[in-house]
Antibody, heavy 118, light 107 residues
Framework: EVQLVQSGAEVKKPGESLKISCKGSGYSFTSYWIGWVRQMPGKGLEWMGIIYPGDSDTRYSPSFQGQVTISADKSISTAYLQWSSLKASDTAMYYC???????????WGQGTLVTVSS | EIVMTQSPATLSVSPGERATLSCRASQSVSSNLAWYQQKPGQAPRLLIYGASTRATGIPARFSGSGSGTEFTLTISSLQSEDFAVYYCQQYNNWPQTFGQGTKLEIK
């Protein structure tokens, strides 16, 4: 069974850094793209970017390029989403999801809630 | 960037009735269109991919149609568990984009 298990909720202050994780199991982690999706409170889904853990090829939406960094450690089947300096507007639920090739999101993690507040 | 527009924003339907949700792309996405269902407090769930193919375990009352720029998700006989928010997503062009969602509520 394919599973994506995300790290727990975070409460941070503006300007702090953060790295959240998504651990895949039940499939070949290096053979499928993993993506990140943002959902701000009460809002819709936003496609942020994707990574291919096999070679770390990474692609970002222009809206998120330079704002976050997506990475992966294939030795522990884990993908990451990180911020160097959080803003209040980064407050959201963040989902990781496994893509079917470069297409749709086939399997989803449970989400990580990030709250940024002074 | 391709803009996906869903209509209506909210749809009120009685249990047992049919629901029809629409999704329009600002340019052709061929059949590279997926639909997701999201219930409160849960992650989205894949319903349809390739515009019309049901994902594993999705009941036959869910069907998708369309190609190019116009797409439809139909739920033939609404069950209580179907009341949720539905999103379309195109994966034909970079970056992939979602529609803003349609909330399906009980009438």
């Amino acid at each position: 069974e394919v599973q994506l298990v995300q790290s727990g909720a975070e409460v941070k202050k503006p300007g702090e850094s953060l790295k959240i994780s998504c651990k895949g199991s039940g499939y070949s982690f290096t053979s499928y793209w993993i993506g990140w999706v943002r959902q701000m409170p009460g809002k819709g889904l936003e496609w942020m970017g994707i990574i291919y853990p096999g070679d770390s090829d990474t692609r970002y939406s222009p809206s998120f390029q330079g704002q976050v960094t997506i990475s992966a450690d294939k030795s522990i089947s884990t993908a990451y989403l990180q911020w160097s300096s959080l803003k209040a507007s980064d407050t959201a639920m963040y989902y990781c999801a496994r893509l079917f090739y470069l297409g749709y999101f086939q399997h989803w993690g449970q989400g990580t809630l990030v709250t940024v507040s002074s | 960037e391709i803009v996906m527009t869903q209509s209506p924003a909210t749809l009120s339907v009685s249990p047992g009735e049919r629901a029809t949700l629409s999704c329009r792309a600002s340019q052709s996405v061929s059949s590279n269109l997926a639909w997701y269902q999201q219930k409160p407090g849960q992650a989205p769930r894949l319903l349809i991919y390739g515009a019309s193919t049901r994902a594993t375990g999705i009941p036959a009352r869910f069907s998708g149609s369309g190609s190019g720029t116009e797409f439809t998700l139909t739920i033939s006989s609404l069950q209580s568990e179907d009341f949720a928010v539905y999103y379309c997503q195109q994966y034909n062009n970079w970056p992939q984009t979602f529609g803003q969602g349609t909330k399906l509520e009980i009438k």
